[in-house]
């Protein structure tokens, strides 16, 4: 156990729906990421927040939206939703934000299946 | 445009042998390169890190090298156990990054087995 707790672990839907993924950081830490891993590609970073705001954003669509809470779980939002948004999503946590050095702690992710 | 490259998708080592596996990047200003690995239906786990003014850092089995001007860096694990079996993901950072493409970029990993 990463500390890292993503809900659900799998999720099934079809075409145009909206589904919502949590994410419960390691205790402490700060900071969540959001990743997307879908067949065959690496890990594509979606969005950061650092304590409630809103810090970096990567490639992510303006279908999908995030927020972290006041308690620091954070929330991935994604609607309308396509055949090729299939796939993996990580949520990660680190302590502060730019020390990279010590690595992100992943959660075992939600595998998202749309038909 | 792919800043962090790991050509090679699989790799397949005779346990106690020696696994190395290759990462390419093309961006100078990186100053943290990490290595994860992945166990299906788990998420990644930090396995080791380099700071770029380093051109090595050891931890037990696992060895990272970085080879600045060529923009290469290599994880050698030695001996190899069937537990090391896994995806590996190269990962990057720099202060380029800690902006609107975030704070690790990824390569596509390359999938090590192996084997007895």
């Known amino acids: 156990d990463s500390g890292v707790t993503q809900t659900p672990k799998h999720l099934i839907t079809a075409t145009g729906q909206r589904v919502t993924l949590r994410c419960s950081p390691r205790?402490?830490?700060?900071?969540v990421y959001w990743y997307q891993q879908s067949l065959d590609q690496g890990l594509q970073f979606l969005i950061q927040y650092y304590n409630g705001e809103e810090r970096a954003k990567g490639n992510i669509l303006e279908r999908f939206s995030a927020q972290q809470f006041p308690d620091l779980h954070s929330e991935l939002n994604l609607s309308s939703l396509e055949l090729g948004d299939s796939a993996l999503y990580f949520c990660?946590?680190?302590?502060?934000?730019?020390?990279?050095?010590?690595?992100?702690?992943f959660g075992s992710g939600t595998r998202l299946t749309v038909v | 445009d792919q800043q962090v490259k790991q050509n090679s998708p699989s790799l397949s080592v005779q346990e106690g042998r020696i696994s190395i596996l290759n990462c390419d990047y093309t961006n100078s200003m990186f100053d943290y390169f990490l290595w994860y690995k992945k166990y299906p239906a788990e998420g990644p786990t930090f396995l080791i890190s380099?700071?770029?003014?380093?051109d090595k850092n050891e931890d037990g089995r696992f060895t990272v090298f970085l080879n600045k001007s060529a923009k290469h860096l290599s994880l050698h694990i030695v001996p190899s156990q069937p537990g090391d079996s896994a995806v590996y993901f190269c990962?990057?950072?720099?202060?380029?990054?800690?902006?609107?493409?975030?704070?690790?970029?990824f390569g596509k990993g390359t999938k090590l087995s192996v084997k007895p």
């Open positions: 380099i700071s770029s003014i380093k």
């Open positions: 990962a990057a950072s720099g202060l380029s990054t800690r902006g609107s493409q975030g704070n690790l970029i």
């Open positions: 990660a946590s680190s302590g502060i934000p730019g020390q990279t050095f010590y690595g992100y702690t």
């Open positions: 205790s402490g830490d700060l900071s």
